[in-house]
């Protein structure tokens, strides 16, 4: 999706019940909502494995989007952890990673994830 | 990038002030010319994009958001030339700092058409002055050109780049907020309801985003994590933003918004790891449905670790099979039976496999394992996890029936509940793992976790450090321990049993004892004897207390969150402190024995009739026609029992009673006709006849040594005016005596043998004068004939003075009876100098537990004669522990008992009329009267004690604990464990 129809898209969760949140961007829909896709384009695998909420009204100027890196992202709801998402992958306990796998490809993965949205 | 903060308008602004202002050919000659090329189609939209509203339609952004990326690529590469002047000015970065990402932008716009500008500044003034005069007060001060402010732009967008391509760390660093970002809000809003409030502020957002510009969130997020209970974060740059945007949503309270400090930010989205990571045999708790409460095991988790297999004690209702909803009552949990079931309902019952191996039987939609529990797929967030603290007969279900339980499971149990071992300096402790496994050794020193311990090993004798975690703590049998955690937390008691693989313990509780089972971890050695939790709250142990309308109950077991109740039918109830109301007094309550006598509180009665027939106590609450009685026997309820008033009489009343209805019912009894002022007046002159107007001397206290009138007379208490201060002054009862006393006190302390007493005449020049201090009217009245007391010859009038425990006290009361023996010695002699009565009072010292101490021989019950009939706690304060058996008038010391004669021990070995046949050390047999021997009051556990008093005299028993005026026993021929005063115990030494 463009950078300019994301920053002008609000997707809302049409219940409040049922959240389940994107792995690849923290986004949280509903999960009737997740028969559509991301809407950040990211992996379309959800979970409802999550912790907090964050409303974004402005991802480019917000310094909770910032640090929770989803600048530029849709504005919307979302999570401020998902479990078994890379975005929080450096965040997870120790005991958890053996799970996880290779620990480095996790934590490769979120630096691509930063580029990505720079280059974008 | 779209938005517009107001920040950077302003910042904007002010260059186009500068450049307007003071050198507008400086500013054409430093704008590169490249950069308005490539603003060749956008700049006009743009400018006026942001201008203007602020925001606009989507063509618009798109203009400008190229523009700036454009920008932000050739900041790099077309200006290192102008870097080095950057370098002067710190105040250029920290600009640059706020300019952000945009700073590409911002160049953008000065670039563009300036005229434009130069207009706009007039009318920018005006809104965003401030953020002009700022700049320009700082840029005079620097003295710089305007173009190097911009060039700050330019580098702070290339420091951002840089960031970005040097990878995650630095990029991190870029992510900590700064005083540039919009700030953060704390907004507390209804607990519990932080994600609805969030999704409304959303939703707010969304209808607000479509409608009225000037309507627009200028907010830029809100967020709560768990930690935030109660408080919403709002992330704007200004709190009016906050009041304009979510003023009055609902369940957020924007009025008491406060500002998070800039350090703190980062925490306030961070989300902490509490929860411990859930690991199957992990032991949990339900939070819901028919099992909530109950303990369950995790057996193991799935989806992520969101769902759990457990298995749990089933509840399963037989019985009803769906119907009867409304009035369901949670089943008894018991482990399922599958040949039960088969039976009554055949091929109900179906097997498949389980995916951990096995099989489960599949019954009605639930699976069960083959020992019986109902294995259970929940939600994670059902489960409560921490604090799960099982208790021992719980865990001790799971693990009877639960055979497939892992053996190897290390550290069993305890393992799973985290349960740290509070060691203390000088505990014994055993090392469990690595090298030094099994050793012992007593904990010298605790740091923390790290313990360190002094190995009981001749070849180790330094001290070693442990983590706590390798160390057991070491509890035998027989030894006094505190429980320091738990449901049992505080008490003391005897350790029993150990349990030494599953380190539980059985204790001996002294505060209700009965047998306990807590954990080797939660205890500590301890010599202290702990009386028990009597206070919670404003509530305390025998206060009566509201439970729902018109409900009164006494509580007679004070728990660590409530306590145990008693109603008017004698159940006991369980009562949270919360559910407790307000506290009755029955102070002014009274209500009629059987006899009609009024009692009130504080009363003595026995108990006549129905299921406490022949039980006696102290009314410590009176309900309508419900007494609540006292007895320190009943150690079940404290102490606490229930009758009707009519099933009662009043203590003393009995034969008077009799007498006074056949013969004198011509005087009625005023108290009858008039019950509380009557009686109370009634008391007073009784009393006051006694001691009203006495020259005393006041004996104890604050006030001893004084000498004074009695003015008045309370209930406990004597209004006493000194000789030597124009005083009055309160003093208890028991702390006067009559100039008369002392003065025969004194003379029998100069006696040379207090013990021959009985020999001296004086004694018996005293006795008229007990009659006339000692004696209270009422004993003249009512049991004037003394035959409530078991032991005296019935018709000498100063027995009763002498006795006032005995008669306060109840026949049939064995245990709690304050040993009248003792109370009865002084005066033996004048009465019955043959009597069987007195076999051990020479031995036991008459003053110790009655006298306090403060005077001669038998004073204490002397003088407490006149404070008995009006309060009739005396037995309380003059019988602490006593538990005397004896009733029987056993006489004398029984065989193989431990004595001393003149300072030397020896042992009874045979008794004569002539007296007892001791045996010495030396072998030596020597026939001593009663009267020169000393028992010997054993304390020490383990050693072997005789009884000698009783109905148990004669059997023996071991020590268990000891506490200074009881001796906890267990006899030898039946175990069974008994408590017992130390006077009524003797050491045994076997022949």
New interface residues.
Partial sequence: MDVKVKAETIVLPTSERQLRACLGCRLLKSSSQWREPCENGCSEENTSNFKGMVCFMDTSDSWVARWQRSEGKVRGVYAVKVYGSALDAQARPEDRREDMGDEEKDEEFVDDVDEDYVDR | ???I?RL?VGVRRTRNMYSGDEDDSNMQEEVPEDDENDYDGGEEKGGEDEDGEGEGD?EG??NE?DAGDVDEDEGEETRPSKRPKLDRSHFFENEAEVS???GGEDEEDIDEGEDEYDQEFVDSRNDDGVFAAEAGVHHAFQGEQLSKEELGYVQSLEQRQEA??T??HE?KD??I?GME??K?FLVPCKIGK???V??R???R??VR?RGRADKR?L????????ASKGYV?I?AYKSDHIQMSLQKLEGLKVWKSSIVPLDQ??AA???K?TVH?LRPKQWVRMKQGVYKGDLAQILSLED???KATVRVIPRIDFAAKGQNRGRRRKPQAALFNKQEVEQVDPGSTDRKPDLRGGFLTVWRNSKFDDAGFLIKTVRVSTLQVDAVNPRVEEWERFRSKGDDMDPDQEGGFISFTKKKTDFRKGDRCKVVSGDLMNITGRVTKVVGDTITVYPELEILNEPLDFNVDELKKIINEGDHVKIISGKHKNETGLVLAVDEEEDILTVFSDVSSVGIKVYASNVVEAAEVSAGRDTLGNYRLHDMVMLGPGNFVVIVKVENNGFKVMDTSGKIHSARLQDVGKKRFSRNSVAYDSQQNQVTVKDSVNVIEGEHQGKKGEIKHILKFYLFLYNRRLTSTSGIFVVQARMTLLVGQRLRRHNEMHDQFAAPRPRMQRPRMVSRRQRNSNLGEAMFQERVIIVRGRHKGFTGIVKDVMETTYQVELDAKPDRVTVRKDWVKSREEVEQSRQRRQEVNPYLGRETPLIGSQTPRRDDGGRTPIHDSSIQDGSMTPGPVPSTPSSDAFNPAAYADDDNNEIYTPAPEDAQTPRTPLTAPGTTTTPYTPQTNPLSPYTGGDGGLGEAPFTAGPATPVTPTPNTPYTPGVQDEDEQGDGGIPNDVAVIYNGQRGVVRGGSSSGYEVEFQSGERRTVTESKLQLIRPSKNGLQVKIIKGRRRGQIGKILSSSEESRVIQLLDDHEMLVFEAAALAEYVPA
């Fill in positions: 990038f779209s938005r903060p950077r989507g952004y798109e958001d952000g990402d945009e970005y391509q990878g995650a990029a870029k992510r907020p970002d919009p953060l932080e994600m609805e969030c999704l502020i959303m939703k957002f969304a985003e969130f907010i830029k997020s809100a967020f709560t994590t768990p974060y992330e930010m980062v989205l961070t989300i790891e990571m992520q670790d969101t």
